[in-house]
């Protein structure tokens, strides 16, 4: 097994370096390499993703990723700046499957921005379509216009554009993970404007006849916004395009009181899969040792379970970030008074020793 070890920018080192740590005390047998991208990559080669990166990412079973982005990066032509790193991996590896858990854990109820009786017991699992969409959607740029309101002005333009396969193998993935909790999807859309989304609908409801046993509902993603906020513990499983799915699923995450503590996995057709931490890099916070390093060890269990098919190892990590949690251990991000609040390095070494100790007792 070979997993290609991406940290990136701004907290990227610290968290994927606690994770990497945790991965080592398991005990297991793989092999990583550890490679430059976005910003870092930019410095050093001249590209967010360059190709030495892009062909260890290709050649592992699997790829941790910490985190790209910089405000300084934010002036560069499109192709060079960081984000381009991940959008590239996303379709050079076809990882069109992007799976984010939006869990409450339970000493966490109170970190949340929402009563806690609304979010108590959440566990929402978002599926966004990754490598469609609008933001693969050809043509796009600048020109002149030739029609619309102000024919003659400069002006930009994108693609949404959806295929039926596409629909189709991503509307499997989403009923597939239904089956293995409540048997629930709801499909997010907005067919009431947008033809690539009534197209996605009609598709979308074919392919659940041949799961009959899973309930599925349909939703307006302005509405979806709403009710998340409004019953967020009335989704189970939500499948959405790949516009709508950044967008509801930082929102989703957000709901848990902190992204801070969300993993997730982008895969593709043969179970190779990408895995990060939900946020983002934090600059302001990077080097300072307080980033929490959670949600990137949480990956690392999803990459364990979904590409290295170690569900043993998967369910210790998992376990043993319940356990700090139980302990009262608490970074920055989600700290309250009455617990204690522990750097990068500290909750890495809490995890480790969750796990350790947990290998000598049985
Ligand atoms: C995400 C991020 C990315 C996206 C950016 C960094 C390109 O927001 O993974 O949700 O828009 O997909
Ligand atoms: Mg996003």
Redesign the pocket.
Known sequence: MKIAVLPGDGIGTEIVAEAVRVLNVLDLKFETETALVGGAAYEAHGHPLPESTLKLAKEADAVLFGA??DWKYDKLERQFRP?QA??GLRKNLGLFA?FRPAICYEQLVGASSLKPELIAGLDILIIRE?TGDI?FGQPRGRRTAVDGHFPGAEEAFDTMRYSRPEIERIAHVAFQAARKRSKRVTSVDKANVLETFQFWKDVVTEVGKEYPDVALDHMYVDNAAMQLVKEPKKFDVVVTG?MFG?IL??EAAMLTGSIGMLP?ASLNSSNQGLY?P?H?SAPDIAGKGVANPLATILSAAMMLRFSLNQPEAADRIESAVKQVLAQGLRTADIWSAGTTKVGTREMGDAVVAAITKKTITG
């Open positions: 790209v982005g984000e991940i959008l992007n990754l933001y790949n950044d699923s930082d997730s990060e939900s983002g």
